[in-house]
């Protein structure tokens, strides 16, 4: 490998290049603009395009590209070549700064959730000059927000550039309050960690299920699971461990900041974790790694599985959104320091997370709805559907003592004593750990962890930004103009915490007495996607949006109807995918095995011989044969009515209710065959291959 400084960022035209290759005023034009918003005037917009083409022409790019995010959850491009004819039958490469900041796309093809009439279907994708362009496939891609001719968000990235703004205003303006007169800007910060499978990408091209929706609808438990747990941290096979380095020199190129690679709980299972940055990068990295790890995957002869529950019975695969806060000056304000109880900022910021939470617990759950994700959380792999905070012993008793009015008397951190010489004894991190909080305070930042694999962490990041910066603004307001600032401070922390108290356990989510102990308090469970999406567009949700200039209220509504069709077509798909493969692999296998066993018990028969066990084969075969012919008729009139219903919701609801239900009754009597037919005869990789064939 090629020493990695020197690697690293190699295909970004990243501040280093700006200041090489732009005049000095243009640099500074630039960083005007990403710093503080000024607008851009398209002379500048000229130069820095030109110096871009330079740049990627030179690296051998012949394309450039707006690429952008819209509501599919992947990315989107459309390529054009720098060709520009020169009136003399020759050509020139060109690229000018109306291209770089403005593109056209045809939009009626990318769901706008009824936003957009027909007959104004066209779309702008508009330079966001705060993510650095790149060269992927020969292409300068220009990260870009993806809007209607009105201006309403059609993409991702556009509500996430709102909500930053959203939190810098309210924290900025809070921090001067309280007497943090240098800081001007408070940005958020990400670092998401991704989970993700490896198979074998033969198997994966016999098996119908994995190619259409992304996870086995059938297959029987394999004879060795996770249960020895000897994958977490094992050590990397070889196919593996060459996937990982180019996988990491892919993204080192591109400027992600790759740094842990190790492999996770179920077999075949690994994750990646980088070093965090702006949420807004973090987003483009964390969309550029999932799309960078299929395609280094496939050119090792593998795939990349990023579905939240590619095997039934194997721990599916999240996203953990590390989150904090910075300021211009440095600070990161979820920095408890030596001594929290003392730590009045601390503790105020604390204090709006808190309350934050457990105010739009259902906002938070929206944010992490999916079909797939729903077989994920409360399936004790991942955080229950029911949002709580873990703050640690630490903390906990810090509130406690502030809430009751008793002194804290600080215990410090406990010492882990190893009891090995040669191993030092160390001070245990008081927060850490408990894995099965949705949302855990882990030193100095939050850890959010109900994301699935797939998750573009636009949706979530969206809402905490907002959520945050909206009780910011109301803690604004509190002590804006106290008298005494000090005493205002303490009662606001104290009112805080008293008030929110309940949305703190530090105890195992994963419980059913928790479950119990939730609902005592009057914490939310929605427990599906379909229970979760209607408050997306409740009253006090448009306010909060609405207000914080985020979503407009048909922003929201667009956005609703999408997740609620998608999740309806998602099961759409699976079912009938689950209806082919019964039909036209498994049955058909059935039976050709089922004639095995026939012809062996007449031939015993006509040769006298006794034919018992066959006997006893061909009508267990027989019976659960027509049991499955009948389940998979089931599922297919199901599946008719299920497009009968017009209105978004109950059709959801229908899929949610009905169609799961039927598939699951066609899958259990297939994963019964597969363990009672001849492995020959058997269509589709089991289990244990898929799992365990990479090495
Ligand atoms: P674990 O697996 O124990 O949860 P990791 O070290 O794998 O922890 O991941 C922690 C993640 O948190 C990393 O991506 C790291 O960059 C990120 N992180 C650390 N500090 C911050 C911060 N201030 N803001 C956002 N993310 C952070
Ligand atoms: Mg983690």
Redesign the pocket.
């Known amino acids: 490998m090629k020493n990695i400084p020197e690697l690293f960022g190699s295909k970004v035209f990243n501040d280093k290049i700006m200041q090489a290759r732009l005049p000095k005023t243009i640099y500074k034009a630039i960083n005007e603009t990403v710093q503080n918003g000024k607008p851009l005037e398209l002379s500048v917009a000229n130069v820095v395009a030109n110096a871009m083409k330079d740049w990627a022409t030179e690296l051998g790019a012949t394309h450039f590209t707006h690429w952008f995010q819209p509501m599919t959850g992947i990315t989107a491009e459309k390529h054009d070549s720098f060709i520009s004819p020169d009136g003399k039958g020759q050509i020139i490469m060109e690229f000018s700064g109306k291209e770089l900041v403005k593109g056209e796309p045809d939009a009626s093809s990318f769901p706008s959730g009824g936003l957009r009439a027909t007959f104004e279907a066209r779309g702008y994708t508009i330079w966001d000059v705060s993510s650095y362009a790149f060269i992927k496939d020969d292409t300068l891609c220009i990260p870009t927000a993806f809007c209607s001719y009105s201006g309403e968000a059609l993409d991702k990235k556009t509500p996430l550039l709102r909500s930053m703004e959203a939190v810098d205003k309210a924290a900025t303006k809070f921090l001067n309050i309280i007497g943090k007169s240098d800081v001007t800007k408070v940005t958020t910060?990400?670092?998401?960690?991704q989970e993700y499978f490896l198979i074998d990408k033969e198997m994966f091209l016999k098996r119908p299920d994995l190619i259409y929706t992304g996870r086995t609808l059938y297959g029987a438990r394999p004879s060795k699971g996770q249960e020895l747990d000897d994958h977490y941290f094992g050590t990397l096979k070889s196919r593996v461990s060459d996937f990982m380095k180019d996988f990491d020199s892919e993204l080192w190129m591109l400027g992600i900041l790759s740094?842990?690679k190790h492999n996770e709980v179920a077999p075949a299972q690994h994750e990646l974790?980088?070093?965090?940055s702006t949420t807004n990068i973090a987003t483009d990295h964390n969309q550029l790694t999932m799309e960078i790890a299929k395609k280094v995957a496939n050119r090792h002869g593998l795939t990349c599985l990023l579905h939240e529950k590619p095997f039934a019975g194997v721990n599916g695969s999240g996203k953990?959104n590390?989150?904090?806060m910075?300021t211009n000056t440095g600070e990161?304000l979820l920095e408890p320091g030596k001594n929290p109880s003392e730590n009045t900022q601390f503790l105020l910021f604390l204090a709006a997370v808190v309350q934050a939470v457990d105010e739009y617990q259902d906002l938070l759950r929206v944010s992490v709805a999916s079909a797939a994700n729903d077989h994920r959380l409360g399936a004790h792999e991942a955080p229950p559907a029911i949002v709580s905070m873990f703050l640690g012993d630490e903390l906990s008793s810090i509130i406690d003592s502030i809430v009751t009015d008793t002194a804290y008397t600080n215990h410090g951190s406990s010492k882990m004593v190893t009891a090995v010489s040669v191993l030092p004894d160390f001070n245990k991190d008081t927060t850490d750990r408990n894995r099965t909080s949705p949302f855990a305070f882990?030193g100095?930042?939050f850890?959010f962890r109900m994301l699935g694999s797939a998750f573009s962490i636009s949706g979530p990041n969206i809402i905490l930004n907002t959520i945050v910066a909206e009780v910011l603004n109301g803690f604004s307001k509190k002590l804006e103009g106290a008298k005494d600032l000090a005493a205002a401070e303490a009662a606001l922390i104290k009112d805080t915490f008293t008030k929110h108290q309940r949305i703190i356990f530090n105890g195992n989510n994963y419980s059913e007495e928790w479950v119990e102990e939730a609902k005592k308090r009057g914490l939310l469970n929605l427990k599906t996607t379909v229970d979760a999406l209607p408050t997306f567009i409740s009253p006090k949700s448009v306010e909060l949006f609405t207000k914080n200039h985020v979503f407009s209220e048909a922003e929201l509504h667009s956005r609703y109807e999408i997740l609620l069709e998608e999740y309806s077509k998602v099961i759409n798909i699976e079912a009938l995918t689950a209806s082919d493969i019964a039909k036209q692999l498994i049955l058909p296998a059935c039976m050709a095995y089922q004639k095995q066993v026939v012809d062996l018990l007449n031939a015993k028969q006509s040769a006298g011989i006794r034919a018992i066990t066959e006997q006893t084969i061909a009508t267990d075969l027989d019976e659960l044969s027509y049991d499955l012919f009948e389940e998979i008729k089931k599922l297919d009139i199901t599946i008719l009515e299920a497009h009968t219903i017009a209105d978004t919701l109950a059709n959801a609801q229908f899929y949610r209710d009905k169609v799961l239900a039927a598939m699951t009754s066609v899958r259990t009597i297939v994963d019964t065959l597969e363990l009672k037919v001849a492995s020959s005869y058997w269509p589709l990789p089991t289990y244990g291959e898929l799992l365990y064939s990479v090495n």
């Open positions: 910060t990400v670092g998401p960690e740094k842990t974790a980088p070093i965090f953990h590390n989150w904090s910075s990161n882990t100095n930042k850890e």
